[in-house]
Structure formats: structure tokens, C-alpha cells
């Protein structure tokens, strides 16, 4: 992944807020690098995350996937057609036009980050302006990582490009080892 953000789409309210949705979902933004992994790939981690035969308990929290282009919408429509037939029931995931896109607020962002006081604290003294932050790569992959997604070893080969000092990185590997351990989403 190059770049997450989270915020609100799928909607026609102007402006939406976490505690003024209007009829926007919670979504999830990716930047990624198609050399790296396919749509396609994306579409199937999506699946793999969520129960798609199972109604929302509200419009906030729907499953929805935002097409850009009439391929996304190709790919997307028949990963859902497949996911209909394997799981043999009636998919209630919606695919929609993506249309504008709304950041979360601050408090939102990098939300396993935050809650790692030693991690933000190191990541504070990188990015002095919050948006940079947010929309910083390397945040979005410590966070990904605090959230259970990567191995031990990608974080290996990927650490020196993090920016993070020594004392950081070797928090990291020891939080994502001892899940290593113990299992977690890769």
C-alpha cells in the first residue's frame, strides 16, 4: 500500500462528520501501486475481511465497494457474482460509483498508531503537520502492521524505509514478532 486514509463516501451529503453522516459510509481510501499488487488482489482481501451475506446494522457501517473506472466496476462486479456462488447465498454488498470523498477526522487516522503512545511519539517528531501524517506511507504501514497485517519478515525488509529511529523499529519487530507468534492477519 502506498497511502489509507479513512473518512465517509457513498453518499450525497455535502461535508459529512463522523457524529453527521447523512447517508455516507465509513470507508476506507487506498493509494496502492499496481505493480505491487493487483485490484483484483485488493477485491479479494476485501472479501476475506467481512461477512457478506450479512445486512449492516446501519448505513454507517455498510459494506460497499467505490468504483473509479468502468473496469474497477467489471472486477468488482464479478468478484461479487464469484462470492455469491462460493458462499451460496445473497451478497449484500453494494458497488458504487466512489463519487467524492470526505477525510475522517484527525482522531480517525492511523487508529492503531495513535494508541501506541511510544510509536506516535516518534512519529509526532517526523510529521509536524497532521496531514502529512495522514497521508504519510510509512504511517500507513506501521499501522497496518500494528492492526495485524505483515509478517515478521516483510517488516524485516521493510523497516529502513520507515523512517523510524532504532528504538522504535526494534519496538515495532518486537510487537509484530510476539504476534508472529501467536498468529495474525497477513
Known amino acids: 500500500m502506498v497511502r489509507t486514509r479513512v473518512g465517509y463516501a457513498g453518499g450525497t451529503k455535502r461535508n459529512p462528520t463522523y457524529h453527521s453522516l447523512g447517508d455516507h459510509a465509513e470507508t476506507l481510501q ?3 501501486d499496481p505493480a505491487q499488487v493487483s485490484y483484483e488482489r485488493l477485491l479479494d482481501i ?3 475481511n467481512h461477512d457478506p451475506l450479512q445486512p449492516p446494522w446501519s448505513r454507517q457501517y ?6 473509479h473506472n468502468e473496469e474497477q466496476k467489471r472486477l468488482a462486479t464479478e468478484s461479487k457474482e464469484r462470492e455469491g456462488t462460493l458462499r451460496k447465498g445473497e451478497i449484500v454488498t453494494e458497488i458504487v ?6 477525510l475522517a477526522e484527525d482522531y480517525h487516522q492511523k487508529y ?3 494508541n501506541d503512545r511510544d510509536l506516535m511519539t516518534e512519529f509526532n517528531g517526523i510529521y509536524r503537520v497532521n496531514l502529512d501524517f495522514v497521508n504519510s506511507t510509512a504511517a500507513a504501514r506501521v499501522n497496518g502492521y500494528l492492526d495485524g497485517y505483515g509478517t515478521p519478515e516483510d517488516l524485516e525488509r521493510e523497516l529502513a524505509s520507515l ?3 532504532p528504538a ?5 519487530q518486537a510487537i509484530v514478532g510476539k504476534r508472529g507468534k501467536i498468529g495474525g492477519r497477513c
Do not use: Q, V
Open 163 to 165: 523512517g523510524l529511529s
Open 112 to 114: 492503531r498508531l495513535r
Open 62 to 67: 455498510m459494506a460497499i465497494i467505490l468504483y
Open 46 to 48: 476485501f472479501w476475506e
Open 97 to 102: 460509483p466512489a463519487g467524492e470523498f470526505y
Open 168 to 172: 522504535a523499529g526494534k519496538r515495532l
Open 30 to 32: 487506498i493509494d496502492y
